[in-house]
């Protein structure tokens, strides 16, 4: 078999594998039952004491939340003024300027929720105590955000009646010490004996062999890549991201990023299944979420190693597939998975240009991120497939003619209102956005305060309009990957992405775990013989069905305005 | 709300510190046990630094293996790629540039012959390899120029490509800077 899609199969079985005994491991720490790791503990009892926390404090959903949010906003001003202020502040060998406030407004949120969409080239726009204090410090938080919310989630399904959703404070320090850390000091060791650097030297001046004189940008940049995967973060320490050749050194370092980077998404649906003991449930899920990747994966594949029409009328016969933008020690088919599994679980990082793919690939990219629940982001991609299960509920209960129940509890008005008004918002958010900053390319091209210091689009036309839903559909789902030919470094994409990046983190968490809490309040009913069984593969396909549904009513128009009309037109390609 | 604020400030000065302060200098201080101690490996030729064994450098001269088109030029200041969208009419001219120098510089070579790498530009613009294709393309043009058999050539490029990872997964490449530091020391 062709050793390219041998990579691929082995890098999927490789994941799932580890993912089950860490979805274990998980389920059991949130359980607080014995684990490997309770050497950790005194660490984290001084941290309790030394920060005021009592661990065991029961806290409803209001007060989880309460304690979520104040939290994000500390960070949030923490990340802004030492972003603004990096050039006055040491660490900086290669003397990098301060950030505008737009840019550090978009920096901030950006990496506060998760996403890492970068307006900047991390080379030149962040000095190494910025990419350490602010970048790597937000790569963890965020992703142990994300992850103790869903914990909350765990928390309403697993008891009959509840109004306690555990503690913040403990299972988000847990999330750090117990998960994120062990698993990315393995990793970045690993990164480290493989070439990439991890020294707090500066740029080095060489000369090649050819006697040309050029820079080389190194840092100790091991660590900040190994939370990035880990954390489903995505942002690079170099502006070239995972297809930098010291932050993605080999084929082997390529295998290794993308299991950190898909393995807590993988290990959270199994959590799930052990933490509330119905592991059928979880493999239902499973199964949905696979189904949905392949769906996306497998045209992409096909369309990178069929190469692009236009270049094979030119004579050129591409028997490597698409190489624009792609590296050649990954190859077209390992960088197609990558294209996929880093939109659909919403890391945003990146071993070859989005931009440069071909057409339908860059649909397949939009919608693992429009769905942005199929495995999902570090928690909030079950948080995401939740409300669809809400809908698929709802939906099923209308067509039996019962009051739905998911759960044993009854799933009422309120619930069905938040989780559509929660989907809906997003899609109108993308839309939105895009279809303003396409009014502006049209009508206002030269604006100064809009268009400075570069011009807007790379590619003109249909691949024009994508690189713009491209943006604010990745910084929607917190996503971070982009068509990166946007100039994006400009007053208006600075701060209506950094306006989207926060509304796509905070009402998709809230609305879920509000949901959750709502209904862990209600009175149990015991299963009866007319129950809808939620855990079973009848229900998986019509929560597939749901997903299908609400993604194509929702985002035809605008796939079909760039991804699709540029296909076509690529088809009937004459030069 | 003011006993969240405390809590919230406490944790996050001490998070800081586990977390983006002693981890790194955990992995800074380990990685100096690494191959090139964690600044970045180099190739020596003759006790002088001729690059970083993972960054691409730019070959134009018809004596040297060429590698890929760099959207950065190989200066690994920056990094980037093209990003220009497969149907844009003005990248598709500079591809047509590229293939016609090519033809110019390897005259007996055909289009169908040429491999895409060779006129595509690379992700990060530093990719230091090139397809095994890409280099036998090259070896005709290289032995009329530097008077060297092609058999020689060919067992050196055969000598220079690497397989799959493990033997099974991934594509085949070839180091171009490597390639050209044994080729200058071919005799």
Known sequence: ?575 | MKKNLKISIKLTLVLVLILAVLYPLLISIVSKAAPGGGKGETIIVNGKVVGYERIGQKFTEDKYFWGRPSAVDYNAAGSAGSNKGPSNAEYLATVQARIETFLVHNPGVTKAQIPADLVTASGSGLDPHISPEAAKIQIARIARVRNISADKLQALVDEHTEGPYLGLFGPSTVHVLKLNVALDELK
């Open chain 1, 1 to 575: 078999m062709n050793t390219e899609i041998l990579g691929i199969i082995f890098m999927f079985l490789l994941t799932v594998l580890l993912a089950y005994p860490l979805g274990k491991y998980i389920s059991k720490v949130f359980l607080g039952e014995k684990t490997l790791t309770d050497f950790m503990a005194p660490v984290e009892r001084s941290i309790y004491r030394l920060c005021g926390i009592d661990p065991n404090e029961a806290m409803d959903w209001k007060q989880f939340l309460k304690a979520m949010l104040t939290i994000n906003l500390v960070w949030l001003v923490y990340a802004f003024f030492l972003l603004l202020y990096q050039d006055k502040l040491p660490l900086n060998p290669d003397s990098n300027p301060g950030q505008t406030p737009d840019l550090a407004f978009n920096t901030a949120i950006s990496f506060l929720v998760n996403c890492d969409l970068q307006h900047y080239s991390g080379e030149s726009g962040v000095t190494y105590l910025t990419q350490l204090l602010v970048v790597t410090f937000l790569q963890f938080v965020s992703a142990a955000t994300g992850i103790a919310c869903l914990v909350a989630l765990f928390n309403g399904l697993k008891e009959k009646t509840t109004r306690n959703l555990g503690n913040f404070w403990s299972i988000f320090v847990k999330t750090n010490t117990r998960i994120l850390l062990p698993i990315c000091i393995a990793g970045a060791i690993l990164l480290a004996f493989n070439g990439t650097p991890a020294s707090f030297e500066g740029k080095d001046s060489i000369i090649t062999l050819q006697g040309d004189t050029v820079l080389v940008s190194r840092g100790p940049a091991a660590g900040m890549i190994a939370i990035k995967h880990v954390g489903t973060n995505g942002g690079g320490w170099f502006g070239a991201n995972s297809a930098h050749p010291l932050e993605n050194p080999n084929y082997f370092t390529n295998i290794l990023e993308m299991v950190m980077q898909m393995v807590i998404p993988v290990a959270m649906i199994f959590a799930l299944g052990f933490y509330i003991r119905n592991k059928k449930f979880a493999y239902v899920i499973f199964t949905v979420m696979t189904v949905g990747m392949l769906w996306l994966l497998i045209p992409t594949i096909v369309s990178e190693l069929n190469g692009n029409p236009a270049i094979e009328k030119m004579g050129i016969a591409q028997a490597t597939g698409a190489m624009e933008g792609k590296e050649v020690r990954f190859g077209p088919a390992a960088s197609a998975y990558w294209s996929i599994i880093t939109t659909i679980i919403s890391t945003g990082s990146v071993n070859s240009m989005h931009d440069s793919t071909m057409p339908l690939s860059g649909m397949m990219q939009l919608l693992g991120m429009m769905v942005n629940g199929f495995y999902g982001g570090c928690g909030v991609g079950i948080l995401n497939y939740y409300l669809n299960i809400i809908i698929a509920v709802f939906i099923s209960g209308l067509m039996v003619g019962r009051t739905p129940e998911f759960m044993g509890h009854k799933v009422e008005a309120r619930e069905v209102k938040i989780a559509m008004i929660v989907t809906l918002f997003t899609a109108l958010l993308t839309k939105g956005f895009t279809a303003l900053a396409a009014y502006m390319v049209a009508h206002h091209p030269d604006i100064a305060w809009a268009v400075k210091p570069s011009g807007w689009l790379n590619n003109p036309g249909f691949h024009g309009f994508s690189e713009m839903l491209y943006e604010y559909t990745s910084a929607n789902a917190n996503n971070g990957s982009g068509f990166e030919g946007l100039g994006d470094n400009n007053v208006f994409w600075n701060v209506t992405s950094g306006f989207v990046l926060i509304l796509g983190r905070f009402i998709p968490i809230i609305g879920p775990v509000a949901i959750a809490g709502m209904l862990a309040n209600k009175k149990y009913i015991p299963e009866a013989g007319g129950t809808l069984r939620t855990d079973s593969f009848t229900f998986g396909m019509m929560t597939f069905a749901v997903i299908i549904i609400v993604t194509a009513l929702s985002y035809f128009p605008p796939l079909a305005l760039g991804p699709l009309a540029e296909y076509f037109t690529l088809k009937t390609f004459e030069l």
